[in-house]
C-alpha cells in the first residue's frame, strides 16, 4: 500500500510559537556555558591580583561584552522561569500540592540570589 | 539484566546544572555582568573578592556549579543538535564532542580555582 | 456558510495530498466531525476519515484543524468562523486516505509497556481494596482514550519514529503508579530505554494537545526522576542491598 509519508522539515520549530519558544529555552544553556565561561576569567582575575582585576572591570564595560550579558541575562531567565514551571511535575511529593511545590521553588531562588548579593556587597 | 545505560547519569547532572544554574546564575550574571560594568552598583573591592574567591567554601560552591552547569549545557545542546538541525545521524561525534566539552571545562575550572 | 479545506489522498493515484474546499452550513451545534459527516452525505461520497462515538470518548477521529491536533467531534465550526477551516490528516503518522492514518506503530508500541495489572503473589479471592487516594495517584493517566493527538503534535516523535511516545509512557505509568502493580521492575526496560522516556525532551506539546488531561509531559518526566534515582541506588548499592 503506498501511504503518504508526511515530511518534516529541519525549520520545523519555526512552525508554532510554542515550538520556537521550546528551542529558545533549550539555547539558554549555550548561555549558561558563557557564565561559566565568564565568571572563571573573574575568578582568575581575581587571582592573578588587583591589576588583574581591574583590567576584567574594564573589559567587561565594553560594548559587545555588556550586549552579550544583556542576552544571556535574558536568556538565563528564560531558563530559571521555564526550569521552575517544568519542576513540579517532576517532583511529585505525596501530599504536597504542586503550586507548593513551584512557591517552594521561587522562594529558595528568592532567598539564595539575596545571599549571594550579600556575601558578594557585603 | 543489566542496563549500564548511561542515560540516567548524564540526565541527573542535566539536571542537577539545570537547577544550580536556574538559582544561582541569574544573579551573578546580574551583579558581574550588569550591575557593576553598568555602575549601578559601585565594584567590590579587590582584597574583599581575593579573601571570597580564597575561602575553600566558595571554591567548592563554584566548582560544583562550573561543572554541573557545563553538563546542563552538554546535555541540552546535545538534544538540540539531534531535534532542532535533525543531526542525530552524527550522534557519535555529538556526544564526544559535548560531554567532553563539559569534561575538560570541568577541569578547566578546577585547575582555575584551586590557583585563585 | 463556512469553508471547510480539506485534505484529500488516494492512494495509487495522487502521489501527494491536494486540498479541496467545500461550503458547509454552519452551525451553532455543529463539530468539525458534522461538517465532514455533511460533506460525506452532501457533496462528496468519496471522502474517508475516521469516527464513532461522536463524544470524544472512542478516540478515532483525531485530525489536524487549522494547524492543531485535535478531535474533530470535540472542536466546533463556530469557533474557526468566518473561516476557513483546515482539515489535514493527523501529522507524524503515514496518510492512507483524505484524513485516515496508518495508526500501526503505535498499536504495536501500546502493548510494549505491559499496560495490565502485574500483580506478584495472592490475587484476592473477591476484588482488589484501593482507597480513593491511591486511586488519584494513577487515575489522571488512567483517562486515556488512545487518540493519538500526543503523538502528532509531538516533534520528538516526528523527528525520531522510534521514540515510544507520550501516551505509551503515559499508560506505562498509570500502572507503574497502581497501589495494585508491582510491574514497573518489568517495564523499565522498556520506559526507561533510549527510545523510552530519554529519548523526551519536555516540549509539553503532548499535554497541551491532549484532550483528556492527561499531561503526559509531566509523566514522562516524573518517569524519569524516579528511574535516575533507582538508577543511582543500583549504582552505589551493593547488589544484595537492592531493591
Ligand atoms: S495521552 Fe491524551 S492525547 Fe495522548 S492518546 Fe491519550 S488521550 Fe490522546
Ligand atoms: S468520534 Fe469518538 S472521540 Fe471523536
Known sequence: MSAYRQPVSAFW??????????????LSSVFVAWFVVYLLLLVAAVGDGARAYEDFLAWSGHGWVLVLNLVATAFVLLHAVTWFALAPRAIVVPRVPPWAVLVAHYAAWALLSAGVAWVVLR | MSRRSPEPLVWLLFSGGGMAAALLVPVLLVLFGLAFPLGWLPAPDHAHLLALVGHPITKLVLFGLCALALFHWAHRFRYTLYDGLKLKQASTLIIVVCYGAALAGSAGAAAVLLMA | MIKMEVTRFRPGEDDAPIVQSYEVPLRKEWAVLDGLNYIKDQLDGTLSYRWSCRMGICGSCGMTVNGKPQLSCATFLTDYAPGP???????????????VVDISDFMTKLPKVKPWLIHDGEVPEDEFLQTPREMDEYKKYSMCINCMLCYSACPVYALEPEFLGPAAIALGQRYNLDSRDDGALE?????????????????????????????????????????????????????????
Not at chain 3, 85 to 99: A, G, M, Q, S, T
Open chain 1, 13 to 26: 520549530w519555526l512552525r508554532q510559537w510554542s515550538y520556537l519558544l521550546f528551542v529558545l529555552r533549550e
Open chain 3, 187 to 243: 517495564r523499565r526496560d522498556v520506559l526507561a530505554s533510549a527510545a523510552g522516556a530519554w529519548a523526551c525532551t519536555f516540549v509539553g506539546e503532548c499535554s497541551t494537545a491532549c484532550p483528556k488531561g492527561v499531561d503526559p509531559a509531566g509523566a514522562i518526566q516524573r518517569y524519569k526522576l524516579t528511574a535516575a534515582v533507582s538508577a543511582l541506588k543500583d549504582f552505589l548499592l551493593p547488589r544484595g542491598a537492592r531493591r
Open chain 3, 85 to 99: 477551516v483546515r482539515v489535514e490528516p493527523l501529522r507524524n503518522f503515514p496518510v492512507i486516505r483524505d484524513l
